[in-house]
Nanobody, 128 residues
Framework: QVQLVESGGGLVQAGDSLRLSCVASGRTLSRYALGWFRQAPGKERECVATIRFSGSNAYHADSVKGRFSVSRDGAKNVFYLQMSSLEPEDTAMYYC?????????????????????WGRGTQVTVSS
């Protein structure tokens, strides 16, 4: 099993930056993938970034490319989502999740249904 705990959300103004953290523990194999998802009220859950547990193969959705950056601190087994130039449209609950069944040829997988373990989420609110 993989345990995930997010933190770092909050209320910010448009244009500000914020860094979310996701602490992973348990069985954390390098071949697993970590995804950052967000879900706004009334909208589907959207994958905004993924990275392998090894810290390689970062992926960013077009909606956040150039503004968000996913990374990993290997020593601490912590994953980060650095968010800059935040917009009101980025307001959502943000989750990290682990995909333990992904194979290299299928990476990245963007469908939330492929992710087996989830954190509880951290709220990000961007005011205009």
């Amino acid at each position: 099993q993989v345990q995930l705990v997010e933190s770092g959300g909050g209320l910010v103004q448009a244009g500000d930056s914020l860094r979310l953290s996701c602490v992973a523990s348990g069985r954390t194999l390098s071949r697993y993938a970590l995804g950052w998802f967000r879900q706004a009220p009334g909208k589907e859950r959207e994958c905004v970034a993924t990275i392998r547990f090894s810290g390689s193969n970062a992926y960013h959705a077009d909606s956040v490319k150039g503004r968000f950056s996913v990374s990993r601190d290997g020593a601490k087994n912590v994953f980060y989502l650095q968010m800059s130039s935040l917009e009101p449209e980025d307001t959502a609950m943000y989750y990290c999740a682990a995909d333990i069944r992904v194979i290299m040829s299928a990476y990245p997988r963007l469908d939330a249904a492929n992710y087996d373990y989830w954190g509880r989420g951290t709220q990000v609110t961007v005011s205009s």
